[in-house]
């Protein structure tokens, strides 16, 4: 079954913990992004990746980091130096050339406590 | 201005109404576009790609107009399943896929 895994689905953390996001996909996309969503607001993109061991920042990378090692994953981390880390994290892939836009996984919730 | 702007609604109507909503965005060499939906606390799902000339799917039709740079969502018959935030996503760049999102258009349908 092909699609974008991301775990866990919610997570706490205490205020100035780093905190890994796992984002898994086997449907061989090259192309990968983190998106970050605030209630009421659109997508922001935080990093994205479009080939293995490369990877650019996005809108708002500060307070993030990751690491594309293998093709299948592309995890994120939330370090202390995100001011305000809690929000709704979404990874996606695109199919080449992206005519099919993007796929999404199911997002992880992420609340700073 | 923002590059991808939406009227964030909401947009209540009864079921069997027709609604639209529309999408202006800024850069002029835009290239490709879509509508996802997005259910509340689930992530976007893509609705449909929108063509030059247009494109039809069920219930749902998409259409662009470059010269006035906006693209626009028709909904007929309108369901109460249909409630959800339709997204509008613009894609900017030639090289790399790089898609920008807009904030979204709310749509409440009611018995």
């Known amino acids: 079954d092909g699609g974008i895994t991301q775990s866990p689905k919610y997570l706490f953390r205490k205020e100035g913990q780093n905190v890994t996001l796992s984002c898994e996909q086997n449907?061989?996309?090259?192309?990968m992004y983190w998106y970050r969503q605030d209630p009421g607001q659109g997508l922001r993109l935080i990093y994205y990746?479009?080939?293995?061991?490369?990877?650019q920042k996005g809108d708002i990378a500060e307070g993030y980091s990751v690491s594309r090692e293998k093709k299948e994953s592309f995890p994120l981390t939330v370090t202390s130096a995100q001011k305000n880390p809690t929000a709704f994290y979404l990874c996606?892939?695109?199919?080449?050339?992206?005519?099919?836009?993007?796929?999404f996984g199911p997002g992880t919730r992420l609340t700073v406590l | 201005r923002k590059e991808v702007e939406q009227d964030p609604g909401p947009f209540n109507v009864p079921e069997g109404a027709t609604v639209a909503f529309n999408c202006t965005y800024s850069?002029?060499?835009?290239?490709?576009f879509f509508w996802y939906r997005q259910d509340c606390r689930k992530e976007p799902k893509l609705l449909m790609s929108?063509?030059?000339s247009g494109n039809e799917d069920g219930r749902f039709t998409a259409q662009l107009n470059r010269a006035s740079q906006y693209i626009s969502l028709l909904i007929r018959d309108s369901k109460l399943s249909d409630s959800a935030t339709y997204l509008c996503?613009?894609?900017?760049?030639?090289?790399?896929?790089?898609?920008?999102f807009g904030r979204g258009t709310s749509l409440i349908v009611h018995p």
């Open positions: 996503v613009v894609n900017n760049q030639g090289g790399s896929y790089i898609p920008t």
């Open positions: 449907l061989n996309h090259d192309a």
């Open positions: 996606a892939t695109t199919s080449p050339a992206g005519g099919l836009g993007q796929f």
């Open positions: 850069n002029s060499a835009s290239q490709s």
């Open positions: 929108v063509y030059s």
């Open positions: 990746s479009q080939i293995v061991n490369d990877f």
